[in-house]
């Protein structure tokens, strides 16, 4: 059993930077793989980014590559998504999510058994 709490969220304008946490409770948080999701009003949840148990491995959607970076700190049970030039389009309620799989960087809400309880990020233009 993992428990996600997420934080970070808040109102940024275009162009600024947030990073987002996630804090797992449990003991096994480090053999899961850890991935970011956002889901703004009317539309369906989609991934953002996903890393590896180890944290070796990243993947990330086309609209954030380049702009977020996800990582992790296993000592801490602790995952982050550092949000960067962010534009109005970014805006949503994200969430963290623990797959299981600790080499998976899946990009599919299904593949993740424990979620957060999300933190919403406006950007205003």
């Known amino acids: 059993q993992v428990q996600l709490v997420e934080s970070g969220g808040g109102l940024v304008q275009a162009g600024g930077s947030l990073r987002l946490s996630c804090a797992a409770s449990g003991r096994t948080f480090s053999s899961y793989a850890m991935g970011w999701f956002r889901q703004a009003p009317g539309k369906e949840r989609e991934f953002v980014a996903a890393i590896t148990a180890s944290g070796r491995l990243t993947n990330y959607a086309d609209s954030v590559k380049g702009r977020f970076t996800i990582s992790r700190d296993n000592a801490k049970n602790t995952v982050y998504l550092q949000m960067n030039s962010l534009k109005p389009e970014d805006k949503a309620v994200y969430y963290c999510?623990?797959?299981?799989?600790?080499?998976?960087?899946?990009?599919?809400?299904?593949?993740?058994?424990?979620w957060g309880q999300g933190t919403q990020v406006t950007v205003s233009s």
């Open positions: 999510a623990a797959n299981p799989d600790q080499w998976m960087l899946a990009t599919m809400p299904n593949r993740y058994n424990y």
